[in-house]
């Protein structure tokens, strides 16, 4: 699949919600083994660092802007992307369209999050079929991680959803890729905490003015210096096309 905008080395395929939705689904129907990413302004800027996260980002079969920096960069380059293409709403979609079909593991998160996920999800999407869980908590390459595998593998999910933090997550799907027997694997950063409730989305409103990230900073203060990326990452834009 073609990519459509490059931003400082990360490629992004141009596509809005309802393609991307269409895409998984078509994954799905494939044998292939399929890796869909969604970048941020800060795993871009991470992934300038990392030559080998890069290289990761680069064979992902889908990448999608989860970030409206992201949005705003393609515009600067003169390459705009249609539409951010939250990770979090990218899953939800997904969901609605694999009810009694296809099925999902949820690995991430703190000890009993992805359990309480699943609950939520299976009871918000009647027919969803969440048929494993496990926490984040582990250390790579060790006893605990080839169990986790050895589960995967016995459940035989056609998704997983990997939500370790970036860039674990997109590393820990790129290494144990051929290890997995699943056809889709997306990291879904924090999307567990949102999906068991323990975290607070921002109201439509925010969101559709692309704000979700002011949202996040007046009801998490301490995300300030986090946020402070941003403005960062859209001068590094403008200097890259320079």
Same mark, same amino acid.
């Given at each position: 699949?073609?990519?459509?905008?490059?931003?400082?080395?990360?490629?992004?395929?141009?596509?809005?919600?309802?393609?991307?939705?269409?895409?998984?689904?078509?994954?799905?129907?494939?044998?292939?083994?399929?890796?869909?990413?969604?970048?941020?302004?800060?795993?871009?800027?991470?992934?300038?660092?990392?030559?080998?996260?890069?290289?990761?980002?680069?064979?992902?079969?889908?990448?999608?802007?989860?970030?409206?920096?992201?949005?705003?960069?393609?515009?600067?380059?003169?390459?705009?992307?249609?539409?951010?293409?939250?990770?979090?709403?990218?899953?939800?979609?997904?969901?609605?369209?694999?009810?009694?079909?296809?099925?999902?593991?949820?690995?991430?998160?703190?000890?009993?999050?992805?359990?309480?996920?699943?609950?939520?999800?299976?009871?918000?999407?009647?027919?969803?079929?969440?048929?494993?869980?496990?926490?984040?908590?582990?250390?790579?390459?060790?006893?605990?991680?080839?169990? =986790?595998?050895?589960?995967?593998?016995?459940?035989?999910?056609? #998704? @997983?959803? &990997?939500? !370790?933090?970036?860039?674990?997550?997109? /590393?820990?799907?790129?290494?144990?890729?051929?290890?997995?027997?699943?056809?889709?694997?997306?990291?879904?950063?924090?999307?567990?905490?949102?999906?068991?409730?323990?975290?607070?989305?921002?109201?439509?409103?925010?969101?559709?003015?692309?704000?979700?990230?002011?949202?996040?900073? =007046?009801?998490?203060?301490?995300?300030?210096?986090?946020?402070? #990326? @941003?403005? &960062?990452? !859209?001068?590094?834009?403008?200097?890259? /096309?320079?």
């Amino acid at each position: 699949m073609a990519n459509n905008c490059n931003i400082m080395g990360v490629p992004f395929n141009n596509v809005n919600m309802g393609e991307a939705v269409t895409l998984v689904k078509l994954f799905l129907e494939k044998d292939k083994k399929r890796m869909v990413f969604t970048p941020n302004p800060e795993i871009v800027m991470a992934a300038r660092k990392d030559p080998e996260y890069m290289k990761i980002l680069k064979e992902g079969s889908l990448v999608v802007p989860d970030g409206i920096g992201v949005v705003i960069a393609s515009k600067l380059l003169k390459t705009p992307l249609k539409e951010r293409v939250a990770g979090y709403d990218l899953v939800q979609g997904v969901f609605k369209e694999i009810r009694k079909k296809y099925t999902v593991y949820f690995l991430g998160g703190a000890p009993g999050v992805a359990a309480e996920a699943k609950k939520e999800m299976m009871k918000k999407y009647r027919g969803l079929e969440v048929v494993g869980t496990h926490h984040g908590y582990f250390k790579d390459n060790d006893d605990e991680e080839a169990h =986790i595998i050895e589960e995967i593998n016995e459940l035989k999910p056609d #998704i @997983l959803l &990997v939500g !370790l933090g970036f860039p674990r997550q997109e /590393k820990w799907i790129y290494n144990n890729l051929e290890k997995i027997n699943s056809k889709v694997f997306i990291g879904v950063g924090g999307s567990f905490d949102v999906m068991s409730g323990n975290v607070k989305r921002a109201p439509e409103g925010f969101r559709k003015l692309g704000l979700e990230w002011f949202y996040r900073l =007046i009801t998490q203060p301490k995300r300030f210096f986090r946020m402070l #990326i @941003l403005p &960062v990452f !859209l001068i590094k834009v403008v200097f890259s /096309k320079k």
